[in-house]
Nanobody
């Protein structure tokens, strides 16, 4: 069972960048696909990005294509989300989780807040 701990969120102006980290404990990290999700106030949690076990496969929600990049470090059981050209509509709590396809599987962490000011 993967237990994720997210970090790296903060307040940034529109057009800025942030790098989120997710340290995962438990399970066998290198054998799992991992993903990032986000939940904005009053909205349902949505898929943002996923990465395959070796990092060779990635997938993004349309709104993140060209702006976000997901990567992983299997030696350190960590998955990252590099976000650039941030927009106010990217404001949300960001979570990582093990995924099957683009569907979350298993435990959620506490999330990390990203706030993008106009």
């Amino acid at each position: 069972q993967v237990q994720p701990v997210e970090s790296g969120g903060g307040l940034v102006q529109a057009g800025g960048s942030l790098r989120l980290s997710c340290a995962a404990s438990g399970g066998t990290f290198s054998t799992y696909s991992m993903g990032w999700f986000r939940q904005a106030p009053g909205k349902e949690r949505e898929f943002v990005a996923a990465i395959g076990r070796s990092g060779g496969y990635t997938r993004y929600v349309d709104s993140a294509v060209g702006r976000f990049s997901i990567s992983r470090d299997n030696a350190n059981n960590t998955v990252y989300l590099q976000m650039s050209s941030l927009k106010p509509e990217d404001t949300a709590v960001y979570y990582c989780a093990r995924v099957i396809g683009t569907a979350p599987f298993g435990s959620w962490g506490q999330g990390t807040q990203v706030t993008v000011s106009a």
